[in-house]
């Protein structure tokens, strides 16, 4: 299959599951339990994607030392954007979830342009398929919370429209500037996109879906990870 036309397929995909989400949690009032689960199924998505795609390919083919570099540093990017929302916003308001999927999406996303050169056909689809478990839910949760709090209908479908152009726009980009590079600096990003990854889900992700769902949230983080996993 050709390279433009994979890049092309997933980033519609990456797009539109945020188009969707932040379309349906702008316009229509979900109960907040089922919000709750669906945030909940993202957090065990998102838990595969950071144990055994971002975090153990960037020690793969950085080591160590550079894995570990990379994840402090995502992990600190993502507390000062986490950390500055907090200070000048309503933090009830959803932005901390669009805080999450963008910090750790631009990075992932751009590791990602680079690592579809060559898959197979069943390796798209699994991505696919885990693009949309972690991002639609994740997206319709945040865009919920900022009609709720100070946002617009519009306003927030138009800031979610504006995120999945962003990350969409990040695959080619990482084709574009990170294909013949070294390993060390592909390890590198990969590790950055799992630290952000794994500070969001403890800092905001997994939170939100306690809130909503309380001792419910164990069943669904679990489907979640053990649908992604299988599909790996």
């Known amino acids: 299959m050709n390279t433009m ?60 030392t550079v894995a570990s570099i990379g994840l402090a540093a995502g992990t600190v990017l ?20 669009l805080a999450s999927i963008t910090t750790d999406g631009v990075p992932e996303n ?3 342009g680079v690592g ?38 519009q306003t927030t479908f138009t800031v979610w429209f504006a995120t999945g152009v962003l990350l969409a726009g990040a695959i080619f980009i990482g084709y574009l500037t990170l294909r013949g590079t070294s390993d060390r600096v592909l390890a590198l990003t990969r590790a950055i996109a799992a630290g952000a990854v794994l500070a969001s889900l403890a800092s905001e992700v997994m939170p939100q879906a306690y809130r909503e769902t309380n001792k419910a949230v164990a069943i669904a983080t679990a489907a ?9």
Not at 53 to 60: G, I, K, N, R, T
Not at 120 to 145: F, M, Q, R, T
Not at 224 to 232: H, S
């Open 116 to 153: 579809l050169i060559g898959a197979s056909v069943s390796d798209i689809l699994a991505l696919l398929v885990a693009i949309c478990a972690s991002n639609l839910p994740e997206a319709l949760g945040g865009a919920a919370k900022m009609r709720d709090g100070e946002f617009s209908k």
């Open 5 to 64: 036309l994979i890049l092309l397929l997933v980033g519609v995909a990456t797009a539109s599951t945020l188009w969707i989400g932040g379309l349906v949690g702008a316009f229509w009032k979900a109960p907040d339990w089922l919000i709750g689960v669906l945030v909940a199924f993202a957090s065990g998505a998102l838990i595969t994607a950071l144990a055994f795609e971002l975090f153990q390919d960037a020690v793969s083919e950085g080591g160590l």
């Open 78 to 97: 993502f507390f000062i954007v986490d950390f500055l929302i907090d200070r000048y916003s309503d933090s009830s308001s959803g932005l901390g979830l």
């Open 224 to 232: 979640g990870f053990l649908l992604t996993f299988l599909l790996l």
């Open 110 to 112: 751009m590791a990602l």
